[in-house]
């Protein structure tokens, strides 16, 4: 059995290889030959880019370049005082670095009588702001030689501000007030009855308030503006109102040419208004009200070595008081270029301004006016000026100016007539006042012409020590006026500076030439019976000091050294010899 079943499968084993061994039907082959694409994602790398062996020229961008900074300061010319003013002076070697405190008083007493204040209280925060304080009072409780009245001063004055930092624009408010005591003691050559000078009230008291906004602006077409108003009055019920406003702006000119400069307009806005209880004449009030608008561009450019301005002030005045409204056009030209270089330069121009006289202003420069002035403006019509200045050495510089001036409308100082005979007080059954006999001042208005010479120099001797000294020339043209009343003809200063280590020293030498003032031939109303001269005269002020350390100081000022017994004004003698001398206490919060 077993044998038969091994038999049957060779059997089938041989059938089966002979099966696979036939030959099998061929299919036909329909696959063609074609090309396959294949799309795969591309990864692009820097080293597949090819490179550029010449770069573009890209003429879009040739308004975008960088500008070459070119820029001149332009220092016009001005008038300068004859007392020259405090400031920094270059080359003043200061010594060992000290501390600097924030904040300072000082006390002195000099003869005289003469008490002397001085603060300075500051402080800052984190949050960009600050604040101050400041105040100061001097006074002289002492008459002045061969004074019959009171002749006393005190003048003091306080003041506060506020300063915060923004992100467009910074601002600032301060706050001022001053309070000046005087006395009209300049009696006129009459000879006075003892009942007469005791009846006399010579007493005059100022009082001003001010309060200033200011604001500065960043990134901004308006630069800063200002606003101001104060008011000012005194002992005999006078008040004035004096409200302004400043502003300058910057308008671009780069979208005529785009290396144009801006021009900058400098523009305000003033309103006066004040009155005087009376007259000199009568008891009538005196009124003033002055609105004035002024509009100023200008342009200043640098080219082949020249430094050039052009402007032009306009003003529109309005009078309301006298129904007058005028409107002024003033050329304003600078033109200066350096002949050699950074040590001779010549400049030259055109100018003129109008001046708005107020009764604060007047008894800034005479304290000894009366109240019953008529207000009105000065218009300095033409102003033409050419000078020199430079350096001789290193250490030597000068300054040159000749100018001709015209002026409408200049106020002089007159002195009044005296009401009194000397006999009595009382005129008409009235009692005259402090300021009627003779012992006041007016203002005179006159159309005035001015030559002037003015010289400066400037000589830094040492690092310690420098020296400078101005003079002045003025020739005056007057037209109605008999002569040019209280102005001197020459003008002149020494000042020199001196520092070393803990010492200081200043001294200060000016002289003042004749000036000429009016006689009258009796009681007011009264016609001129002829001029009279002031003397010329020389004073001399000396200044120093010693620190013990940063916070402790002593000072010491010596006035009208060599004891000359001058006249500022006709009939009012001046303090001779003064001392004064005081320490100093710096300190921080």
């Not at 084993?13 to 694409?37: C, H, L, M, N």
Request: net charge neutral; proline share 3%.
């Amino acid at each position: 059995m077993k044998k038969g079943f091994t038999i049957l499968l060779i059997l089938l084993g041989i059938f089966s290889a002979k099966a696979q061994e036939e030959p099998i039907e061929k299919v036909k082959d329909t696959v063609k030959t074609e090309v396959v694409e294949v799309v795969t994602k591309y990864n692009p790398k820097i080293a597949d880019a090819k490179k550029i062996k010449k770069n573009p020229t890209l003429k879009i961008f040739e308004k975008s370049k960088k500008k070459k900074l070119e820029y001149t300061i332009f220092s016009a010319p001005v008038a300068s005082t004859f007392i020259p003013k405090s400031g920094v002076v270059k080359g003043i070697d200061v010594g060992v670095k000290e501390r600097i405190y924030k904040n300072y008083l000082a006390v002195g007493y000099g003869n005289y009588a003469t008490p002397f204040v001085e603060t300075f209280l500051h402080h800052s925060t984190r949050f960009e702001n600050e604040f101050g304080l400041s105040a100061k009072y001097l006074a002289s409780e002492e008459n002045v030689r061969k004074s019959v009245l009171n002749s006393t001063f005190s003048n003091f004055n306080v003041g506060a501000f506020y300063k915060q930092e923004d992100r467009y624009f910074d601002w600032k408010v301060s706050l001022n007030s001053e309070r000046n005591q005087y006395n009209w003691y300049g009696l006129p050559e009459i000879v006075f009855a003892e009942t007469t000078v005791n009846s006399i009230n010579e007493e005059q008291t100022y009082n001003y308030f001010n309060v200033i906004g200011e604001f500065t602006f960043k990134d901004s077409y308006i630069d800063f503006g200002k606003i101001s108003a104060s008011y000012f009055t005194d002992d005999y019920n006078s008040t004035e109102i004096l409200a302004k406003f400043d502003a300058k702006l910057d308008f671009p000119l780069d979208f005529i040419k785009p290396n144009l400069n801006d021009i900058s307009i400098k523009t305000s806005v003033e309103y006066l208004k004040g009155e005087f209880k009376n007259s000199y004449k009568d008891n009538n009030p005196v009124k003033y009200s002055i609105i004035t608008v002024k509009i100023n561009p200008e342009y200043k450019i640098a080219y082949l070595g020249f430094a050039f301005k052009a402007g032009l002030k306009t003003y529109v005045s309005l009078d309301s008081e006298n129904d007058a409204s005028n409107i002024f056009l003033i050329p304003d030209v600078l033109l200066q270029r350096p002949i050699i270089k950074e040590h001779l330069n010549i400049y030259g121009g055109f100018s003129g301004d109008l001046h708005t006289n107020t009764y604060k202003s007047f008894t800034e420069e005479n304290p000894f006016i009366s109240p019953t002035l008529f207000i009105t403006q000065t218009l300095e019509e033409s102003n033409w000026f050419l000078g020199f200045n430079g350096n001789i050495t290193n250490d030597i510089s000068f300054n040159l100016k000749a100018s001709a001036k015209n002026e409408e409308d200049k106020p002089l100082f007159l002195r009044n007539a005296s009401k009194s005979d000397g006999s009595t007080a009382v005129v008409n059954n009235s009692l005259l006042k402090g300021y009627e006999f003779g012992n006041s001042f007016s203002v005179y208005y006159d159309d005035v012409k001015t030559t002037s010479l003015f010289a400066e120099v400037q000589y830094d001797f040492s690092k310690r020590i420098t020296f400078t000294t101005q003079i002045q020339f003025d020739n005056y043209t007057v037209t109605n006026a008999l002569t040019e009343w209280n102005l001197p003809t020459l003008q002149a200063s020494l000042k020199t500076e001196y520092k070393k280590n803990k010492w200081y020293a200043s001294a200060n030498a000016f002289y003042v030439s004749e000036r000429k003032d009016g006689l009258y031939n009796g009681e007011f109303p009264s016609s001129f019976s002829g001029i009279q001269t002031i003397d010329s005269f020389i004073d001399v002020n000396l200044n120093g000091g010693y620190h013990f350390n940063d916070k402790f100081s002593a000072f010491l000022k010596l006035n009208n050294v060599l004891n000359t017994e001058y006249q500022r004004f006709a009939n009012f003698d001046t303090q001779g010899f003064q001392a004064l001398a005081g320490i100093t206490y710096k300190f921080d919060f």
